[in-house]
């Protein structure tokens, strides 16, 4: 990053103070991701039912649940396996639709057709159910669950890259890059790729808190992640049925930090997109 | 016309490639129906009976073929969970979905609008970072777990919003059928009672999706506006010295709308889909909790049937999304 | 342009719901059933068909049968305590037959049906109805032919209508079992003229029945809008016993049980069939709402290890796995003590019934030293479990996952959607299953016949086989005498105790929640809520 891009990043941040916040969020996340198995202070698998159901004390600080589990262990070592899919699937979107995306704005023709009518299908369906079918279909195992989060995100990024390569297919430096004897491989990847990456890192940022709620959704329905493996989005079905007998932590906890982890990506989002294309903000 | 049956046209390919691609996941999908069919104690030889009785054990291209077939005939297979014709089932759960949908957009309407606009105004004000927070946090709330939240408090604690049962109170019983939107039939016969009922129902699964909706509203209300606040004309209008508040709602605002509009129909079609999750929790008996219920029982034609709907539905409110904007936007017709 | 043939398969219950309503009011005029004689059910799910006897008919269905139709008997009705009366599976009372006589040679039964037993539609039942349902219920295939079939009740032949009040059944042999497997839900009587003109052509008036109650039951349908709501009206004229207290009853599909519990807790239902135990057991304790909890006859939870393949095959290994589980963890975390413990009782059957506690308890050391002899080294499995029955297997699969892991063995869980569930069932592979069975016929050879005889049932999950057991077993189901009843039941027990293909965990209580005004909770074998002797207020 640059002197000037760093200038910019700083004044952005201290304009907007919720940027600045959601960034703190965002370093307590990522910490609590990588260290959380070390940082837990119970073993997040260890039953112990003489304890089950306690309300938040200073041993358990967000209760225990059904069967005497630290919810807190569980909700922070959860952290590295919800970010892990969400950012799996952004990752993998990025390359599959950014790359697809960027073929069919440069080449055109059938390239574009086919990409197209690609996104489009994928559109008409109704996304949730999409991947809650794909994740049934293909068996409920986390690659499955990164796998069916991108799918449903692949035709935002095919338009966004597409649209972004179009703009540029006709630029000075790409005709340049063609007489110079570069292969049309070779334009694309080396001189059309690397200028439309801010505009696809943005969109990664602003998918990221979707493909969370996404794969915490599949989870919550039975079709995500196993148990007993900590995850949030099983972590709220198994209290949902203990918030009407009064045992409203065992859902909350996980709940309200999917929420904050969420908010803290699509604040994130915005910000990032300030920073890189201030045209962009709405 | 030659335009809006191209456009027809040009939306078939993307309906057969759902066809096809939802038929292949449902065959995957790992139940088995004849064995669901079979009953708990049925012999090998049974089963094979019923898979033979149900088309099961021919090649997969001849079962595609005899679906597509039942297609054309209208015949989108029957539900294991119900046990009734899965159009029957969708005909008859569409209206509840389409009901607390509309209901959720219009509520969002109220909200995010009126939210855009302040923002837009106010620019960079501390009133644009609240709108900007709150209609986040409305987007980033899981709705599984806020729709809990809210029962909770609203019916079990605080005992404000009645028993979430569905559309009705249990002791209502339902206005006859015209539109199948209870408010409006409840209306039309001048059923009050009912008509409280069903509303009073409808407030929170409503509530829990209208936040859903708040950002991309807000959102594209605020864009729209600014956009138009810095065009040539409004210059003018200040310039002329009309006063601030009737520039905004009567010029700029109703210059504003058109994209508002394009974005009501995107944001429609995407909650139409989205609410399965709402409808699960609320116990709503819309084509969302159909679907899902269906799919967690591996119940292939409801599931079919339900994204087949939704894929047409998404392709008329695209088309009618379009002419909207032909009517509208001379510009537009040219292209 | 397809309207006509669409308006041709919608069942006539969901076009008489919108037409009904002006109905209703009308009656409102006249004289409405009031709050009082309105019962509001709710329940995780609703019938998905109106005909018990159909293939591929839900749980549910069960109900319809009982409150619409009529069979020719029923269990004798005992009480159990201040909130549930029960049934004695050994004594009969009369239903539709005011009387029976069995022949001395003890070769057949003969009926005789009240005169004044009539169908909705207001004609007699005769003894033809009868036999043209029993005929249905052996021909028609799936659950209903199997159940009839496990009384010996097989084939057309031996249901004979001696004249119009006269109805006799011919045994195939001498089953105990016959008589009870007529006053379960199956052998119900359906109006077979009704039928047959409304049948299209179909013998069996499959499609009719299905989506349409035509018999002389308590109660009528009045609206089936399948996966919302069923809503039952009394039928004022009926004669084969006490006219219900209550005129209406409503029953709502509620899939949350968070949902269901604070509409039973906030006093806006009436009864709520179906809560996880934790649920019960809070509702139990604090005493302001009624709970029916009845030990569901002849059913345990049970985890059942494939004796068939390896590694589960080896004895020892099994009783390893008996000895490692964490029974009492379980019954307080998974059961929250609603259910009678099936662990830590004597080396040899305590009575000669079933459920009857097996002889292990948590014993670490006594399970690592089998482990040790059975020579198996450490592995990896999968336990599988029926989604449906989550909120209770989940927990017992993790505590059981948890438990397995200090003798090397690593569990993976694997939770199948219900309709998956029978399916990986049949393929007889699965190493580890969390389940509960039940047969509806409360006897031991019942229970052992179907899960553990070496014909390999579909409920045989650990694909039992044993030459030995399967003689016990057919000895117990045929015995001549008292004697040797007994001798074989104490054989089977002891074999299964010792081998150990189930691992008994608990025997489940049914829980049902309901107001304090509720009274006259009834219990049959199908566990469905009877709504003729309920009453309100």
Redesign the interface.
Known sequence: MSAAALRHARHVVSENPVTGFALGLFVLFVLAALLGPSLAPHDPLASNTMLALQPPSAQHWFGTDQIGRDIFSRVLVATRLDLGIAAASVALVFAAGGFAGLAAGFFGGWVDQIVGRTADTIMAFPLFVLAMAIVAALGNTVPNIVLATAIINFPLYVRVARAETTQRREAGFVDAARIAGHRDMGVLLLQVAPNILPIMVVQMSLTMGYAILNAAGLSFIGLGVRAPTPEWGIMVAEGASFIVSGEWWVALFPGATLMVAVFCFNLLGDGVRDIVDPRRRT | MRGVLWRLAG?L???A??VV??FI??R??????A????????SAE??A??RTALGLDRPLPEQFWSYVVALF??DLGM???????V???IL??LPASAELTLCGLVLAMAVAIPLGIIAAVRQGSLAD?AC??IV??G???????TG??L??VF??LL?WSP????RLD??A?????VTGFYLIDAALIGDWETWRSAFAQLVLPAVTLGLFALAPIA??T??SMLAVLGAEFIRTARAAGLASRTIILTYALRNALLPVVTTLGMVFS?L???N??VE??F?W?GI??????A?????GAP?QG??LT??IL??ALNLTIDLINRALDPRARQA | MHRRSFLKALPTAALAAPLAAPGIRKAAAQAAPTRNETLLLVQEYGPNSLDMQGIGSSQPVNGVALNCYDRLVRFKRVKLDDVTTSFDINALEPELAESWQEASDGTSVTFKIRADARFHGGRSVTARDVKWSLDRAVSIGGFATTQMNAGSLEKPEQFVAVDDRTFRVDFARRDKLTMPNLAVTIPFVFDSELAIRNGGGDPWAKEYLKNNVAGGGAFKVEAWRPGTETIYTRNDDWKNGDLPKLRRVIARDIPSPSTRRALIERGDADISYGLPPKDFKDLADAGRIKVAAVPVPNAIWYVALNSALPPFNNLKLRQAVAWALPYEKIMQASLFGRGVPMWGGPATPAALKWPVPFPYSANIERAKALMAESGVAPFSTTLLFDAGSGTIAEPMAVLVKEALAPLGITVELNKIPGANFRGELNKKTAPMVINRFGGWLDWPDYFFFWNYHGNNSIFNIPSYQNPAMDRLIDGARFAPDAASYAQNVRGFLELGMQEVPFIAIAQPFHDVAMQRTIGGYQFWPCREPDFRFLTKG
């Open positions: 939306s390919p993307a309906l490639a759902v691609v939802t996941l449902t995957v999908l790992p139940g088995d129906t064995t669901y069919f079979a009953g708990p104690t049925a049974s089963i009976q019923i005939h209208g539900s294991l969970t119900t046990g009734q014709p159009l029957v089932d008859a759960r970072h900007r927070v986040t946090a987007v980033s709330l899981p709705v599984f777990f809990l939240l029962v909770y019916y079990f005992g028993a979430p049962l569905g249990a002791f019983s339902a206005p006859p059928t959102r594209i605020r864009a995407f139409l889909g989205a399965v999750l699960k929790v116990a008996p969302g909790s159909y679907a899902v219920e799919l967690i029982a591996s119940d599931v339900f994204v939704m894929a998404y392709v």
